[in-house]
């Protein structure tokens, strides 16, 4: 199948950005994304759980089941599952809304902000591979930022349209959160490969339109790439969040740039 072959080969040439990041000395990048990342997630990850934990008590609080007698109501064989599995549910439920919504907001704030960063790199990535070189105009970085801005905030509101669709139909049927999780984390990484990718289609000259239908064409490709990002990004712990913030971005770049390349076969790279 298509999808899976691209997705992951898309993983195998993250990986081959490695060389690229250390042999051709472009490693400094990986310091700026620490930076920027590291403030971004300390503003927000936990007060958004501690949020999360106080909203899920006032909603069990609220609707009470106490309420129901022992007998005589339609409710009534359902109540010890209703006050003690229901609450645990909810919390769950609200704890991965506000996982994947503080995510998703710092994954993309952190391309709008690193934006000009991410265009430099993977320009200078593919002037390594390919001897290809762009000369600087400052216009055309100013348009590259605001195009890479534009993307990102576009890939933002349809992400979070999904999220809170799957979790209306979540909170309607709780046992489907088990396919509407996994869902969200596709859907998250082919954003994000997405946005990495329209840097490659930019400095190639693709317009908005002709670089969606390219990346949807590459759906696996986007996913894989994204994949590789969040990977990094979610490995556990402090030393884990470091070496994660320090690769992930770069490689998920580098990496877009090795799979824009050889989706387009006008440049090989020359990374074994």
Same mark, same amino acid.
């Given at each position: ?17 490695? #060389? ?11 310091? +700026?994304?620490?930076? %920027? ?8 990850? @936990? ?32 109540? #010890?599952?209703?006050i003690g599995?229901? *609450?645990?549910?909810? /919390? ?15 994954? @993309?704030?952190?391309l709008m ?6 265009? $430099? ?6 002037? /390594? ?10 216009? *055309? ?7 890479? &801005?534009? &993307? ?18 979540? =909170? =309607? ?16 990484? @082919?954003? +994000? %490969?997405?946005?990495? $990718? ?8 693709? %317009? +908005?339109? *002709?670089?969606? *239908?390219?990346?949807? /064409? ?10 590789? @990002? ?6 556990p712990f402090?030393?884990?969040?470091? &070496?994660?913030?320090?690769? %992930? ?13 050889? &989706? ?9």
């Amino acid at each position: 199948m298509k999808f899976f072959s691209d997705f992951f080969k898309a993983i195998g040439n993250c990986f081959k950005a490695f #060389p690229v990041l250390f042999e051709k000395g472009l490693w400094p990048y990986m310091f +700026i994304c620490l930076a %920027g990342w590291l403030l971004l997630w300390v503003l927000s990850i @936990y007060g958004l759980f501690i949020f999360a934990d106080a909203l899920s008590e006032w909603m069990s609080g609220y609707v009470d089941f106490n309420a129901i007698p022992e007998t005589g109501h339609w409710l009534s064989f359902a109540k #010890p599952y209703l006050i003690g599995t229901f *609450q645990f549910l909810v /919390k769950v439920l609200f704890k991965l809304l506000f996982w994947f919504a503080s995510s998703t907001l710092i994954k @993309y704030v952190l391309l709008m902000i690193l934006s000009p960063v991410f265009s $430099l790199l993977s320009e200078k990535a593919e002037e /390594k591979l390919t001897g290809n070189t762009y000369p600087f105009v400052f216009k *055309q970085l100013l348009k590259d930022i605001l195009r890479g &801005i534009a &993307i990102s905030f576009r890939n933002m509101l349809l992400e979070y349209f999904f999220i809170f669709s799957c979790f209306v139909v979540s =909170i =309607i049927f709780p046992p489907l959160f088990v396919i509407t999780t996994p869902f969200l984390f596709f859907l998250g990484w @082919y954003f +994000i %490969g997405f946005s990495l $990718l329209d840097y490659n289609c930019e400095r190639h000259k693709y %317009g +908005i339109s *002709q670089s969606i *239908q390219f990346i949807k /064409k590459n759906k696996g490709t986007a996913c894989g790439i994204g994949f590789v @990002y969040s990977f990094f990004m979610a490995l556990p712990f402090l030393p884990g969040s470091v &070496i994660g913030i320090m690769f %992930g971005p770069s490689i998920g770049v580098i990496g877009s740039t090795i799979s824009f390349l050889d &989706i387009n076969k006008n440049n090989t790279p020359v990374v074994k």
